[in-house]
């Protein structure tokens, strides 16, 4: 849970608001803003989505399923998470996720908890991603949609570190769920050290 300090700075006000693009994949709005200390801003755009789930799946070997897909914003392929945007039907985060998952790369199954929330750009857009852990999970058949070309790659969670600085990520969103799961698994292997030095 998110801190909060007596001396945080307030929330601007929303003097007017007006749409210029409503698109499934392109929704823009501009707000005329005045600060808490009276500032105005005339014209502030904000980048709409609905939220963003990942998944951090592991199977019962302790291997990420890793997605490459080509990222035409770019104009290369990276390992990725499987990820996606959650649609209408979707009765809750996780299903959103569990979907996304299965469709990738077929897999499902397994223990779920939710590992992390984080945003792409609190400045600029209004959305947050949500990633799952999911561990033990077990292959099935993908379904991935037509203009989808994924591979999937089953990578050991302790080869994922090398992955990373060695710039196989360039989705931040995706680089930072699996860097704090290393950190968690680095702390739990520290308190097993330090029970065994105890006795």
């Known amino acids: 849970m998110a801190d909060h300090f007596p001396d945080d700075p307030g929330p601007w006000k929303v003097l007017t608001r007006e749409y210029l693009a409503k698109k499934l994949w392109y929704t823009v709005r501009v707000d005329r803003v005045e600060t808490p200390n009276g500032t105005i801003i005339p014209e502030y755009w904000i980048n709409e989505y609905p939220p ?38 979707d009765k809750s985060l996780e299903e959103a996720a569990r979907r996304e998952l299965r469709e990738e790369t077929g897999y499902g199954g397994g223990r779920w908890s939710l590992l992390t929330t984080l945003s792409a750009n609190p400045a600029l857009q209004n959305n947050l991603t949500y990633t799952f852990l999911a561990e033990g999970v077990t292959a099935g058949a993908a379904a991935p949609e037509e203009s989808e070309e994924i591979t999937v790659h089953l990578t050991p969670l302790d080869k994922v570190e090398a992955l990373i600085e060695g710039g196989g990520f360039v989705q931040a969103l995706h680089a930072a769920p699996l860097l704090q799961l290393l950190l968690r698994r680095a702390r739990e292997h520290d308190k097993r050290e330090h029970h065994k030095e105890a006795r």
């Open 52 to 89: 963003w789930v990942n998944v951090v799946a592991l199977t019962d070997r302790d291997e990420v399923v890793l997605i490459r897909q080509y990222r035409h914003g770019i104009g290369a392929v990276h390992y990725e998470l499987p990820a996606g945007t959650t649609d209408p039907g």
